[in-house]
């Protein structure tokens, strides 16, 4: 099996897991992809955490979830040295970062130095305690979510940290369609972990069936093979055209005047250099797991507003006119000459 099937199957499996969100499934795989960092900002109930765990119990990789609270400290996510009488030595005891996929739920409601403990970590993939500094494992992603509804009792994450992230997904509610599906899906593992059996939830309903999980688990996705994949995704082939359409896209951001005074007016800060590479990587990413060995601009756009909706920063005024940062990427892309 080649890696590219091999990430197309791992999928499949988590989409039978995570129902209604497409969306949000393929860009974790580009994520892992690219060793890349997520940041998921949606309504509570949206499969955030169900999306993460079912990626890491599909691939050989430990799991971790950190629920974040104001009263959290840096040493409840790096660890901390525990004393021991009996030798009278300090021993380093690990914390949760020392897992491949973590879950920083609701992030933004921790404190400062928490969030600059986890920021080391996604950048460096290191942590720091006293003198000594830890490697962690590979691979290493952090999916960090945030509840737009309540704001209360928040700490906004600064630029510098939500510029390590590769992208900002945003997750809206299932359809009808979807919905009835979620139901029979936990109906069924409900029955499952109860021990009714999946032949009762048959009997609920004719789409039952297709809900029963396979009488042995699936092979996990192996370490080898993310490897095998990355390096794939590394050698697309991108031309100097698309390059070229890239960072024209990053420097209008910086320059808007030069492109319409309207966005002038509602860009306060643009995209890094960061924002390059991201868009670069994840364009490659995003093309080869549609099965191609090269970039084009469809590429480029379909991952764009993820990619760059964290690394602007918009003035007063287009807050003031309600202007969103998708509404102002909509019209980056519309004034930019596609090659």
């Known amino acids: 099996m080649s890696a590219l099937d091999a990430v197309k199957q791992l999928s499949k499996q988590i989409e039978a897991s995570v129902v209604g969100q497409p969306v949000l499934v393929n860009r974790l795989l580009i994520a892992l992809l690219v060793d890349g960092h997520l940041l998921v900002e949606g309504a509570p109930g949206l499969a955030k955490t169900r999306a993460i765990k079912a990626l890491s119990d599909c691939i050989e990789a430990d799991f971790q979830r950190v629920q974040f609270t104001p009263d959290l400290l840096p040493a409840d996510l790096t660890g901390t040295e525990v004393y021991r009488p009996a030798d009278g030595t300090f021993v380093f005891q690990q914390g949760p970062l020392f897992n491949n996929l973590i879950l920083a739920d609701e992030v933004n409601r921790a404190p400062a130095k928490v969030q600059s403990a986890l920021l080391e970590a996604m950048a460096e993939q290191q942590i720091s305690v006293g003198h000594q500094t830890y490697a962690l494992p590979t691979p290493f992603m952090v999916m960090a979510t945030q509840n737009p509804i309540e704001q209360e009792g928040t700490y906004p994450l600064p630029e ?3 510029d390590r992230f590769l992208m900002q997904v945003l997750i809206d509610y299932p359809d009808s369609r979807h919905e009835a599906e979620i139901l029979r899906l936990v109906r069924a593992e409900a029955l499952a972990k109860s ?17 029963e999980k396979p009488a042995t688990p699936p092979e996990r996705f192996a370490l080898q093979d993310l490897l095998a994949a990355r390096r794939e995704v590394l050698e697309v082939f991108m031309s100097t055209d698309i390059e070229d359409y890239i960072v024209r896209l990053i420097t209008a951001t910086r320059n808007p005047a030069r492109h319409d005074e309207q966005l002038a007016r509602w860009i306060q800060y643009g995209a890094s250099p960061r924002g390059t590479l991201c868009l670069d990587s994840s364009a490659r990413a995003h093309a080869w797991l549609d099965g191609r ?47």
């Open 195 to 211: 021990g009714a059996g999946t032949a009762n939830a048959a009997n609920n309903d004719h789409d039952a069936a297709s809900l």
């Open 293 to 339: 060995d090269y970039v084009s601009p469809g590429d480029v756009q379909a991952i764009f507003h993820d990619v760059l909706r964290h690394r602007i920063l918009l003035s007063f005024e287009a807050e003031a006119d309600g202007i969103t940062s998708s509404d102002v990427l909509d019209s980056l892309l519309s004034l930019i000459a596609v090659p």
């Open 160 to 162: 510098a940290q939500l």
